[in-house]
């Protein structure tokens, strides 16, 4: 009886992880506490992404989804201690072992106040651009439009 291994080769990551870690914000894990959010709209959407693309997002500790697949989660908060804001994350789908997860590639919000305070809080590394979750009868999209008006 053989004593070798099969083993399955799935897809790595190729990303490299020092742009983002040199962009990261720091956090001060001792101040860090919740924010009660109050009345939010939600918006989902999950759509395939090429793996190739995929691949040189995800750093090589992860695996990227099969099929490749990314989100873009709009919220839409009407009242919060730190006041109404719209926030959009777009995500990469991956997996660490069998574990599914989506990697935030890029957030965005609204406004200064509300990006600050994700930074600070949570290690959001988040750019202000015109965020919008839009809603009309039974459907719902998400608009972000960066500062360059992209």
Known sequence: MSTDLNVVHHPRGDGDLAPLLASAPKIDFGANRGLELESVRIHYCLFEARMAQA???????????????????????SDSEIGPF??????????????????SVSSYFSNEKARDYFANNFGYNAVVADVETLRHHHETSTKIVLPDGR
């Open 55 to 77: 691949k040189q997002l995800i750093p090589p500790s992860l695996h990227p989804g099969n099929p490749a697949h990314m989100s873009i989660t709009g919220y839409s908060v």
């Open 86 to 103: 719209e926030y959009a994350v777009v995500a990469l789908g991956c997996r660490a072992g069998i574990k599914p997860h989506m990697l």
